[in-house]
């Protein structure tokens, strides 16, 4: 028998420490938790993406009354723009959550469908995913989206 320990690696920051281009990303997410439709949850969460080229895509999680009909701010925003530039790789995502009239101070974490969703554009565009999950006390980076996703079922798990 063996046993296998999987890390996941993750650097934690305060908002200060980050680089300009993430702060700017961070705010974004910040401001979509604004746009978000969540009646049912009260769970606002808005999710920013950087392209390669630079471009920024928003979106914030969308309920529905047959709740899962509804989706996560991440899958918008990463569908949004992959959708609009089906051949750029994406460089950066950031997520925020609102909630009770405040930001969470841990950072929100994605779930299990959006992680799925994520590493497919990273592995179909070969380049890693920079993932930065907003709180007020702490903002956690994390290189990318394998790292949230061990183990993980994937294109090539079709073939094997
Ligand atoms: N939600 C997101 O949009 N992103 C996450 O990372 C976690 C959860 C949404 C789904 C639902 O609208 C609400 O938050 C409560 O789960």
Redesign the pocket.
């Known amino acids: 028998m063996q046993h296998k320990t999987i890390e996941t690696n993750v650097t934690i920051y305060s908002f200060d420490e980050l680089d300009k281009a993430k702060q700017k990303l961070i705010n974004k997410a910040k401001e979509q938790v604004g746009k978000a439709y969540?009646p049912y949850?009260e769970?606002h969460?808005g999710a920013a993406v950087e392209l390669e080229n630079g471009e920024i895509f928003a979106g914030s999680?969308q309920?529905n009354s047959a709740y899962p009909s509804?989706i996560?701010?991440?899958r918008v925003a990463m569908f949004f723009a992959n959708a609009q530039y089906p051949e750029v790789p994406v460089k950066t995502l950031a997520?925020a959550a609102f909630t009770n009239g405040n930001f969470l101070s841990t950072p929100?974490?994605?779930?299990g469908s959006?992680r799925q969703v994520l590493l497919e554009t990273e592995m179909r565009f070969e380049k890693d995913i920079t993932i930065l999950l907003y709180g007020t006390e702490e903002i956690y980076l994390i290189e990318n989206v394998r790292q949230l996703l061990p183990l993980c079922f994937e294109k090539n798990s079709l073939t094997l």
């Open positions: 969540a949850s769970f969460v999680n309920e509804g996560c701010a991440e997520i929100v974490t994605p779930c959006c």
